[in-house]
């Protein structure tokens, strides 16, 4: 038992100016919260320009208030044009895919709490952690830029396929500046997430506290850990391929353009460029990207339900091996974006195999959580909801996928609302659920204050219904083939699909307003919210071994000793029903 | 509380699965030949994914009923897992989902792995911002070079045809309609002039990008079925994002019998 106090003390004082501590801070504890407000102001950008999105297409009549503003051009008196509305969906898929997705689960949850439960006073390279996170920054401010630029953003949409991307203003608008402007922000985004992927394995690698074996990592680490190196592997070749783009964009080369093209009347100096080449390389990145944004949600939904159900994870081997076999598998999968393009079709057919088979790891960790809660007590708090309700939105967009996987039914079904249906509910919804769950679960920890779990419940049930409306109607588009990215519905058969699209957009105004109520409880709670205790969800993990908030290097210079798995909840003969990793407590061995 | 969750996630995988079984919103007619192999594949993987969705939601509903707090400390079960289970549901999930891909095997190698028949009429598609054009090779059966510095879109030379010096493009006929007869199979080589499109007709259970550079064909043909639906008439809708005005990138397919189309293509012809 003494062993907890072998090491020597070493306390660290916080620097004590403001822009040390705040700015530019090294402590990764606020770098995670500047990561968790960048995403925070992006999510609400996009769903505001989703908001748009879904106005313009039942009411393209509509005159938006202040819209004109903003967008004189695109937006004259506030009618959306279609080229503003091709800028709208492109501005809104990057935000949300890139300073969303990848960033507040990954950046912003894992930068705070993946070294407080593996026992670290910090990330193994804090002033790269504090570059990672200003290089991010600076790639979210050149992206909103575009939206102040004359020409307007770019309308290539967040996969800026060439040579729409890469020939230049003769395209379109939004083709020139904005295109360019797009490029230089994913790029920085890449050079930023490489950094914080080597930062996130060395930190795991090397920082674990004694007796915290990889095998003892709370499942929420794993993710983090695996979300890295897919992070490593996968932005170094779209930072490359970006480079390219900008290269064809501005230094005259054809990596992406072919010979022979004439746009508005006008012969294309380029030759020998493949456009498919940009397709494999972004896809390449793409697809584990998709991984980079549901990984993190899954393991911070098995620690939550877990804890909330009072029980051990079930299968919690089982549950790590899965999160390898997706994050191997998701680097074999990329063609399955590709089946129409044009690609061999028995490249495409090997692919559909190997998609196939990602969606048996993905039904693993399904089995597994309700095998969690199988025999449980759950305790229904705000975060439990919303960690079950990822269950459910995954389930139901996983589900989804095992139609697109098949060339023969993706022939017919590519590019139309059911693969809208499918990618927001099983990695944009299911996602940002798990960061929902883990804001409510770890949201004491952060501020020291416990955030009020009546608006939390009523934010829930607003949110849970709320994308189901919103996001089940679409795969019915896609059936009756109402094709993605279309302005307006002029065409004889797609009037009939008009109502549905109508009761989207209510769903969708009724469900970001709805939003309002989680908005007002974060800052709220953060002033006013009642003062948490060290460990009021009786968890196990180590970030509940330390005060709410903790302090500067998390465990003043007290390394903790782990003696446990994570997950020791409804524990028999111990004194209370969860032994925490750092007890010495003996559990006896009759539980296993 | 648990109860509430039950019931909202039943009622919406009730609700679903209505719609789905209702066909609500659904297909348009298939006027294919290899469509229906397409539909009975969509219909296997939607029973099959209509039985997980119903089990593995309703599952989830029940447990959060069943296993709520009720605050009366009954002791739950401590489980770490079972390794026979694991195992089982792996093999079965593997088995299932790979196998339900292996069966649409034929359907994706029938329309992709062979080329067209013998007999099928070839026709050029080209996409560009925002239209569809179509190249029919005329009586001597061959398509005329194109030459990138003749395209004129005002003058209507779409592919930059030399119908002058050219003698295997005279004869080749330009138009804005895809006309084709019933019965007889097509192939259609796509190309496009600036940006990656997509040829897409939802009837012919057909969709493929026409990119920049690379001439892809495709083959199918109409059945009978096309004549009984809106006049023959079908909409060509581009599905990739292709510039400002893509969602007014329509074209039509008109199919036709075989005595209708020839005299389709004389007047076609007499009109270049």
């Known amino acids: 038992m003494a062993e907890a106090f072998v090491h020597e003390v070493h306390h660290h004082q916080a620097p004590a100016g403001f822009v040390r501590k705040y700015i530019f801070s090294l402590d990764h504890k606020v770098i995670g919260k500047q990561y968790y407000f960048l995403a925070l102001f992006s999510v609400f950008t996009g769903m505001i320009l989703s908001w748009l999105i879904r106005i313009h297409l039942v009411w393209p009549n509509a005159h938006i208030w202040g819209l004109s503003l903003l967008s004189p051009n695109g937006a004259p008196n506030g009618l959306i044009k279609p080229e503003y509305y091709l800028s709208l969906l492109t501005l809104h898929g990057t935000l949300m895919v890139f300073f969303v997705l990848t960033t507040a689960p990954q950046s912003g949850f894992g930068n705070f709490f993946l070294p407080i439960q593996i026992g670290a006073e910090d990330m193994a390279f804090p002033r790269l952690n504090m570059l990672s996170f200003w290089v991010t920054f600076a790639a979210l401010a050149v992206l909103v830029s575009t939206f102040f630029i004359a020409d307007g953003p770019p309308i290539a949409g967040w996969t800026s396929y060439p040579p729409l991307s890469a020939v230049g203003s003769v395209s379109g608008p939004g083709e020139g500046l904005g295109q360019t402007l797009w490029i230089i922000s994913i790029a920085l985004f890449c050079v930023g997430s490489l950094l914080g992927a080597l930062n996130f394995i060395a930190t795991t690698l090397e920082l674990r506290t004694r007796g915290m074996s990889l095998m003892r990592m709370p499942?929420?680490?794993?993710?983090?850990?695996?979300?890295?190196?897919?992070?490593?592997?996968?932005?170094a070749v779209l930072l490359g391929a970006c480079a390219l783009l900008l290269l064809d964009r501005v230094g005259g080369s054809s990596f992406f353009v072919p010979g022979g093209l004439v746009i508005s009347d006008k012969i294309i100096q380029h030759n020998g460029g493949s456009p498919l080449l940009?397709?494999?390389?972004?896809?390449?990145?793409?697809?584990?990207?998709?991984?980079?944004?549901?990984?993190?949600?899954?393991?911070?939904?098995?620690?939550?339900?877990?804890?909330?159900?009072?029980?051990?994870?079930?299968?919690?081997?089982?549950?790590?091996?899965?999160?390898?076999?997706?994050?191997?598998?998701?680097?074999?999968?990329?063609?399955?974006?590709?089946?129409?393009?044009?690609?061999?079709?028995?490249?495409?057919?090997?692919?559909?195999?190997?998609?196939?088979?990602?969606?048996?790891?993905?039904?693993i960790k399904t089995f597994n959580w309700l095998g969690t809660i199988w025999g449980g007590r759950i305790r229904y708090t705000t975060a439990m909801l919303f960690a079950l309700g990822f269950v459910s939105v995954f389930v139901t967009g996983g589900l989804s996928g095992l139609f697109l996987a098949q060339p023969p039914l993706d022939m017919y079904l590519h590019a139309t609302y059911f693969v809208i249906g499918h990618f927001h509910l099983v990695m944009g919804v299911a996602a940002i659920f798990g960061m929902f769950a883990g804001t409510y679960f770890w949201f004491p920890k952060m501020f020291g204050r416990m955030m009020n779990e009546t608006l939390g419940k009523l934010h829930f049930w607003a949110t849970f219904i709320g994308v189901y409306c919103i996001f089940m109607p679409m795969h019915f588009l896609g059936i009756a083939g109402n094709p993605r990215r279309y302005s307006a519905f002029t065409d004889n058969f797609l009037l009939p699909l008009m109502p549905l699209h109508e009761f989207m957009t209510i769903a969708a105004l009724l469900t970001g307003a709805a939003q309002l109520i989680f908005l007002f409880n974060l800052f709220w709670s953060m002033f006013k919210g009642e003062k948490a205790s060290q460990n009021p969800w009786e968890a196990t993990s180590l970030e509940w071994s330390v005060p709410s908030p903790p302090p500067f290097d998390n465990f003043d210079g007290n390394y903790p000793v782990v003696y446990h798995d994570p997950y020791e909840y409804g524990v028999a003969d111990a004194a209370k029903d969860y032994v925490m990793q750092d007890s010495p407590e003996v559990i006896a061995a009759s539980g296993h | 509380?648990?109860?509430?969750?039950?019931?909202?996630?039943?009622?919406?995988?009730?609700?679903?699965?209505?719609?789905?079984?209702?066909?609500?919103?659904?297909?348009?007619?298939?006027?294919?030949?290899?469509?229906?192999?397409?539909?009975?594949?969509?219909?296997?993987?939607?029973?099959?994914?209509?039985?997980?969705?119903?089990?593995?939601?309703?599952?989830?509903?029940?447990?959060?009923?069943?296993?709520?707090?009720?605050?009366?400390?009954?002791?739950?079960?401590?489980?770490?897992?079972?390794?026979?289970?694991?195992?089982?549901?792996?093999?079965?999930a593997a088995i299932l989902f790979i196998g339900l891909n292996l069966m649409g095997y034929k359907s994706w190698a029938d329309t992709h792995f062979t080329g067209a028949a013998p007999n099928a009429l070839t026709i050029q598609v080209q996409g560009q911002q925002f239209y569809w054009y179509f190249r029919y090779p005329g009586p001597d059966g061959k398509f005329g070079p194109t030459h990138v510095d003749l395209v004129d879109d005002a003058a209507g030379n779409f592919y930059g045809l030399d119908r002058v010096h050219d003698l295997d493009a005279k004869d080749d006929i330009v138009t804005a309609t895809l006309g084709i007869p019933v019965n007889r199979p097509i192939q259609l080589i796509l190309r496009s002039k600036d940006v990656t499109h997509s040829f897409s007709v939802r009837e012919l259970r057909i969709k493929q990008d026409t990119v920049p550079g690379m001439e892809i064909p495709i083959h199918f043909t109409a059945t009978e079925e096309a004549l009984k639906h809106n006049g023959g008439r079908y909409e060509i809708a581009c599905s990739q994002l292709c510039g400002m005005g893509h969602y007014r990138m329509r074209g039509f397919v008109q199919v036709m019998t075989e005595a209708d189309f020839e005299k389709w293509l004389q007047a076609q012809a007499a009109s270049q």
């Open chain 1, 219 to 235: 499942l929420t680490c794993w993710s983090w850990f695996i979300t890295a190196i897919l992070g490593l592997l996968s932005f």
């Open chain 2, 1 to 92: 509380m648990g109860l509430a969750l039950a019931l909202v996630i039943a009622a919406f995988t009730g609700i679903s699965v209505y719609i789905f079984w209702a066909h609500t919103w659904w297909f348009p007619p298939d006027i294919s030949v290899h469509g229906p192999a397409m539909d009975r594949q969509f219909n296997l993987t939607l029973v099959i994914c209509g039985i997980i969705f119903v089990l593995a939601q309703l599952g989830l509903a029940w447990f959060a009923w069943k296993y709520r707090d009720r605050g009366d400390h009954r002791k739950v079960i401590y489980s770490h897992g079972n390794n026979k289970l694991e195992a089982t549901w792996t093999t079965a």
């Open chain 1, 278 to 363: 940009w397709q494999h390389l972004f896809w390449f990145f793409g697809h584990p990207e998709v991984y980079i944004a549901i990984l993190p949600g899954m393991g911070v939904t098995s620690h939550i339900l877990s804890c909330f159900a009072r029980k051990p994870i079930f299968g919690y081997k089982v549950m790590a091996y899965s999160l390898m076999a997706i994050g191997f598998l998701s680097f074999t999968v990329w063609g399955h974006h590709m089946f129409v393009s044009g690609m061999s079709p028995y490249t495409g057919f090997t692919f559909s195999i190997f998609t196939m088979a990602i969606g048996v790891p993905s039904a």
